[in-house]
């Protein structure tokens, strides 16, 4: 360790400790104040270091690192604006329960509310959108604070990944000089032998927090257990999974113990992989289910809910109108059930709850109650097959079904998500499907699924729709920065193509021009721009384009033009016929 002031030994130790508790990643913002932490990642072997241009984009990449891998990455700035640009992501963050660490430069105490140039109150800057907040002390070579510099260091480690987890920020000021220079006096040449468990720390991390998971109940169980297995049409959903992505063998076992087809979100983890062959797990719910089918089916008599609230608008809605016994299953036991209909709350680790309830369930599966869904969703899936006009939804259709195997496929927000529940279906390939659904914003997609792809080997699928493309264009230059590849689908229907789906469609003005906001932006010269191949491809020939681009290395976009009106009629019309 190079210690030639005190700035350099605090931030030496600071990463020195963060790394022994496991921290592999930081992406880093430029700037002047946060020069001691840039230095120190730099310098320490163990940390991989992404370098971004903006702050707003080096977060998102972060938090979609931490969505592939469950494990916090973590974010560097400088003082001033550049901490709030980090904020959009730490909400996302903090609502999906993805691990984040943020590391925020700051001017020296005396200097807030005074004025003083690219300064501002950073204390608590997130509120309570973080699980853990600390305003670190000025940096002081004495053995005591660094002890406690480590603790903080290691507890914030232990913050990120708890139950649930989420963002952590540590607050670091610093005074001047910023950079590794010289200053005599300033770090005591005996500090190794007086205190070296201050200096050197400990082999691992400084305080080891022992973590766990959420036993569920032996009471819990049985009661689960007994209401499935007297239940003549049993449920379960699977709605968008807290990283990192579950077992979806284990839901898949469940739901053949107990007789129940599973209605599962393309971000659960459950609608893809080899279980698919085991258990009946069902992806085109949201074109046969809703408050106006449920005369058209049996209701469900009991429900086991895991994961967030389910994408679909219309699961949400008849979940709430059939009104059966819901179990709520949650880790932390969290309320994530905005219809207020659930009648129980599970506090348990999912995985666990589901093993244990599988070999407890005593039943005899109720043939019809499949077959009648099984029959819709066939009939789902037919009618898309035999339609021919243009359709968002047939796009990511097609995405998901010639994605490589294994691939992590990540979605936008508005349409495109929406169309991979009701369009993407289930098959046996190791699909990762992520999305940002803790706020559901368009901001930082391009970023997130860009951070997502840094953190595996497989092939990366980022689906976007033009208004998300623009918001995050900036992060694009992560792809030469960061050494990522990705097949870029980039749905044009020039604006806000969601807003089709709601009545103020009916109204215009004001709905063209403050609503689905029309751009007219020719996205190609981000292909120059950008460095990357940029290719304009037709509805009709986009699946053979698709299945080519996946197969190549580098990066490609395939930019498809829609009409959004025209395909929301064609999405209804599926609909009704069905």
Known sequence: MTVPNRNTLWAETLVDELAAGGLSAVCIAPGSRSTPLTV????????????????????????????????????????GTAAANFHPAVIEAHRARVPLLVLTADRPPELRDSGANQTVDQAKLYGDGVRWYRDLPEPEADGRKLRRLRTDAARAMAEAVGIPAGPVHLNVPFRKPLEPTEVPGDVPADLAETDPLALQGRDGPFVRTAGGTVDPEPDAVERIATSLGNADRALIVAGPADPPVPDGGIIA?????????????????VRF????????????????????RVENLPAPDVIVRFGASPTSKRLRKY???????????????????????????????PERLARDLAPAIDRDPDAGWHDRLLDLERRHWSLLAAADAPLEGRLLHQVLASAPDPSTVFVSNSMPVRDADRFGRPRTADLTVLGNRGASGIDGIVSTALGAGSATDEPLVLVSGDLAFYHDMNGLLALERCAVDAT??????????IFH??????????????????????????????DLDFRRVG????????????????TRVLAVSIDAERSHRERERLRNEL
């Open 40 to 79: 120190a990642f730099a310098d320490h072997d163990d940390v991989t270091v992404f370098s971004h241009l903006d702050e707003r984009s080096a977060a998102f990449f972060a938090l979609g690192r931490g969505r592939r891998t469950g494990d916090p990455t973590a974010l560097v700035c400088t003082s």
């Open 253 to 269: 076992s469940l739901a053949r113990a107990a007789g129940a087809p599973v209605l599962a979100d393309p971000l659960s983890g």
């Open 273 to 292: 992989g080899s279980h698919v062959e085991e258990a009946t797990v069902l992806g085109g719910y949201d074109a046969y289910l809703g408050p106006d």
């Open 319 to 349: 979940l709430a109108e059939t009104t059966p016994r819901q179990f709520l299953v949650d880790p932390a036991g969290g309320w994530r059930e905005a219809e207020f209909v659930a009648t129980d709350l599970v506090a348990a680790d």
């Open 488 to 497: 870029i689908v980039l749905i044009d229907n020039d604006g806000g193509g």
């Open 501 to 530: 789906k709601l009545p103020i469609e009916d109204f215009d003005p004001p709905f063209t021009e403050l609503f689905k906001t029309p751009h007219g932006l020719d996205f190609e010269p981000t292909g120059d721009l950008y």
């Open 539 to 554: 509805v009709d020939g986009f699946e053979s384009a698709y299945t080519e681009a996946v197969e190549r290395d580098g």
